[in-house]
């Protein structure tokens, strides 16, 4: 695993912060599939949007007001894809990291 130096940052003293509206317009645009690493399926997020929106809401106005990220959000699964299909499977040049 890659190490990562934290660097400190200036806190955003100006932004707009999201509304609970803007949250469950995205929310509702977003696909019904989700990471391997996801603790709860997005069809269900959606049908809880009622209950988590405010949550949600919440969380990112405060990660963007306090310029942190949690670390459980920082993790991804990454796969390695084949690039094209007639490219040659044992050459790595061949793949692409995608992030699932």
């Known amino acids: 695993m890659p190490v990562i130096t934290a660097h400190p940052v200036q806190p955003l003293l100006d932004f707009d912060p999201v509304t609970d509206d803007e949250v469950a317009t995205l929310l509702k645009t977003v696909a019904d599939k989700q990471c391997a690493l996801d603790p709860v399926p997005t069809w269900l997020v959606k049908q809880c949007a009622d209950i988590l929106v405010p949550v949600i809401t919440t969380m990112v106005n405060l990660s963007v007001s306090s310029a942190t990220f949690p670390h459980s959000q920082k993790l991804a699964r990454v796969l ?12 790595l040049k061949s793949y692409r990291p995608v992030s699932t």
């Open 80 to 91: 390695p894809l084949l690039k094209k299909p007639d490219m040659d499977v044992f050459d």
